[in-house]
């Protein structure tokens, strides 16, 4: 098992920027990733990582968001730019194998 936690998220005006971070109680060698939940939506993917650092993002953050993981620190980050209202929801980090999620960032845009 392991255990996410997630940190960082809170309020920015349209146009900024935030940093979030998600620490894994142990290291993971397989891919860790960012979703999102927006009032009354279905959970999306946001980004992935791969153990090698190799990234990949939704066609709705690319440009804007670049994730990135320190595999020495067992954590993985979101770095956000260019914030939009969109954005808004709560964050959560995930890993595969094992399945595990954390308890959420809230990230709040306003315009």
């Known amino acids: ?3 996410l936690v ?6 920015v005006q349209a146009g ?3 940093r979030l971070s ?4 142990r290291r993971v060698i397989n891919v860790m990733a960012w979703y999102r939940q927006a009032p009354g939506k279905q959970r999306e993917w946001v980004a992935s990582v791969t153990n090698n650092g ?3 993002q939704a ?3 690319k440009g804007r968001f670049t994730i990135s993981r320190d ?12 914030l939009k209202p969109e954005d808004t929801a709560v964050y959560y980090c995930r890993t595969y ?6 308890q959420g960032t809230q990230v709040t845009v306003s315009s």
């Open 59 to 61: 066609d709705s953050v």
């Open 6 to 11: 997630e940190s960082g998220g809170g309020w």
């Open 22 to 25: 998600c620490v894994a109680s």
């Open 54 to 56: 190799s990234p990949s």
């Open 1 to 3: 098992q392991v255990q």
């Open 16 to 18: 900024g920027s935030l």
């Open 97 to 102: 194998v094992p399945n595990a999620w954390g």
């Open 71 to 82: 595999n020495a620190k067992n954590t993985v980050y979101l770095q956000m730019n260019s």
